[in-house]
């Protein structure tokens, strides 16, 4: 059993239950998403968010139900909503008693005098649908009313009232504009208009922090203490209701229960990982094998963050099976030798120079795990053809420089690196010409492919020759005359890079890095990047530097310039942690802060980045794979 629980002291207080979201995902990509305080504070909150194009093209649905409770001739509100204008009305989070996430299903629980009632939610896997279920535990007969308030947009935009959507009463609630249906107990259809709703967050992001949502109507239904009450909303296939609310809640946390068990967690922490991992694994129906959600609530699939996380997602969790099948239909998608980077922005681009290195790590790792020779068979040709592309050159000028066997990269206007950020279509951080992390990654690579190789019984000297030549240059040219750790890139525009940034990691924390078996070296890099670690992750960049920026904070492109110069990202205490290791430090304390921050933010899960200045307060997508995965596969060396 996996548990976060907050009394009334945290529920009470707006700012803290506010500040805390939780997340339940279908398996598609689509998810219902909110806070402990029941307070929508993002665009893309609601209970029902359905991926139309699995896992991307996901569009907001059921955005919430304002409970209220009529009681001996009163009524009181259980819900909690803002408005434009500052106004939190009603304010229900203050009759919250407690908030708990167990195993992965949220619950509230109201008290108002003597009245007791509970709420659990949970979403099918495998079929856009949520269940919310309430429960009178204790009190007088009363009415329970649910207020359906409904939208049907593109989560990252919003609507407005204006043209009437279109709705269909049907026996039991009423479908919104052909796209979801919604059904519960005594439905008494409505069509007013909330105006003015209001996402605190979206403001701070520096977005429209304003819409519109239509309330359809309103559930009722009496009871009796020990009473029921339960709605459903679903997408697809609208003439086939999802099972009851109380069996997905029940199906939910015995699918929770069992993915710990067969993971083969050791602790709770581990447990809780193991849930939120589950959380990014996704698959569309007749897909050739699953993806992963680089983060929620607005990101989709992106090579890079697959790849990264691929061990700590499938690999420490139990899941190599489907991991072997998401490996198998990546490979088969590899186009001049390179992974697609994202379609997220509607098109396939292929702007990355990392993310098919991070594959070639992948596939190795997986491989030395498991066993599986027959993947290393399947996967040999395609894999080496990866190999001969980045020998001759590929796209956005990426290519192995004869000269030293290294590889460059840089296009004008792209971020190729995992420091992509660009604003105004300029990249903040370009970094053209050989970054330290690419070429220990293809070092990396090249060595664990070589190995796969000899494995299924083919030759490797050409892999062993190019490996040789990489890591004698990578040797040769990254380490600082000053021994102060290694040069950010080589051959840039402007020479060599010396900025203190975390990627030199890379080059002793990968199985086959370049440094991975140079003690000095190693002692180099941890002493180079000390001053970079957080209790939640490295920062992108030296305090020390002119350009550090402590707070990734404000609008879209204050937050974009943030980014990678100074900003902490959690995934990164993999990396360091196992130079640590290396060294003969010990894991455990390196990881604490993270562990600390699974009941900080977004519940049972990491963020993806955090303010460069203590306190540290977490950035970005509350949930994010890479900041998972590389905690949960630290953890188990700790």
Known sequence: MTSLRFGPQTCGNLAEAASREWLVTDGLGGFAMGTVAGLRTRRYHGLLVV????????????????????????RIRLGTWEWQGGAVDPAGHALLSGFHVEDGVPTWRWRADDVVIECRLAMAHGRPAVGVHYRLLSGPALRLELGALCTWRDVHGERFAAADPHMETTADGFVFENSYRVAGPGFEPDGAWYRGAWCREEASRGLNPVEDLRHAGRFTQEMNPGDHASVTAWAGDLEQSPPPAERLVDAAGHRARALAASSGASDPTDRMLTLAADQFVVEAPGAPGPTVVAGYPWFGDWSRDTMTSYEGLFLATGRADEGRRLLKAAAATL?????????????????????????????????????????????????????????????????????????????????????????????ITARAGKPVEVNALWVNGLVGLGRLMASIGRDATRLDALAGAATASFRSR??????????????????????????????????????????????????????????????????????????????PGERDRAYHQGTVWPWLVGPYSEVARLAGGEVAPLVAGLAAHLGDWGLGSVSETADGAAPHQATGCPFQAWSVAELLRISQHS
Request: charged share 20%; net charge negative.
């Open 51 to 74: 991926a139309t194009e699995p896992p991307i093209g996901r569009h907001l649905a059921l955005a919430g139900l304002d409970p209220v409770v009529i009681v001996g001739g009163r």
């Open 335 to 427: 186009s001049e030798g390179m992974l697609a980077n994202t379609a997220d922005a509607g098109g396939t681009e292929y702007n990355t120079v990392d993310g098919t290195l991070w594959l070639l790590h992948a596939v190795s790792r997986h491989v030395e795990v498991t066993a599986d020779v027959d993947l290393a068979a399947d996967l040999a040709d395609r894999l080496l053809e990866v190999v001969d592309h980045h020998v001759a050159g590929t796209r956005f000028g990426i290519g192995v420089d004869p000269a030293d066997g290294l590889i460059g990269q840089g296009s004008p206007g792209w971020a190729l690196t995992w420091m992509d950020a660009r604003v105004d279509g300029r990249p």
């Open 478 to 555: 990254f380490v600082r005359p000053d021994g102060l750790g290694l040069f950010d890139v080589v051959d840039g525009p402007d020479g060599d890079d010396a900025s203190v940034r975390p990627n030199q990691l890379l080059a002793a924390s990968l199985p086959y890095g370049p440094l991975r078996s140079d003690g000095p070296a190693v002692e180099s890099l941890l002493a180079a990047c000390a001053p970079l670690v957080t209790p939640l992750g490295l920062r992108s960049l030296a305090p020390s530097d002119g350009r550090f920026t402590p707070a990734h904070r404000g609008g």
